[in-house]
């Protein structure tokens, strides 16, 4: 069973850049889909970027897609989240999860059935 834990986020000021990062342990699978997630306070979590571990296909939702990266180490079994000129609106804790493959529906939560603990991204304004 893969565990997830995440790392690298805290405060920063608006116009930041900031690397989370997902450190997974166990085997993962090259079908696996990998995720970051968010979630604010009173807020649904959404999806941010997503990676297809076999093929590196790269996923980013329109608010974040001009300003986040994905990416992974593949040796490492780690996933990279950069983020690039942050604003206050993406307060939020952020999650990373996987799920056993690619589908369509990767943007749903609940397509996913590994998910990290969290990891706080505060920006200041």
């Known amino acids: 069973q893969v565990q997830l834990v995440e790392s690298g986020g805290r405060l920063v000021q608006a116009g930041s850049s900031l690397t989370l990062a997902c450190r997974a342990s166990?085997?993962?699978?090259?079908?696996?889909?990998m995720a970051w997630f968010r979630q604010a306070p009173g807020k649904e979590r959404e999806f941010v970027a997503g990676?297809?571990?076999?093929?590196?296909?790269?996923l980013y939702s329109d608010s974040v897609k001009d300003r986040f990266t994905i990416s992974r180490i593949a040796a490492e079994n780690t996933v990279y989240l950069q983020m690039n000129d942050l604003r206050p609106e993406d307060t939020a804790d952020y999650y990373c999860?996987?799920?056993?493959?690619?589908?369509?529906?990767?943007?749903?939560?609940?397509?996913?059935?590994?998910w990290g603990q969290g990891t706080q991204v505060t920006v200041s304004s």
């Open positions: 999860a996987c799920a056993p493959d690619y589908r369509n529906t990767y943007y749903r939560p609940t397509e996913y059935n590994i």
């Open positions: 990676l297809t571990w076999r093929n590196y296909r790269r």
């Open positions: 166990g085997q993962i699978l090259s079908s696996y889909l």
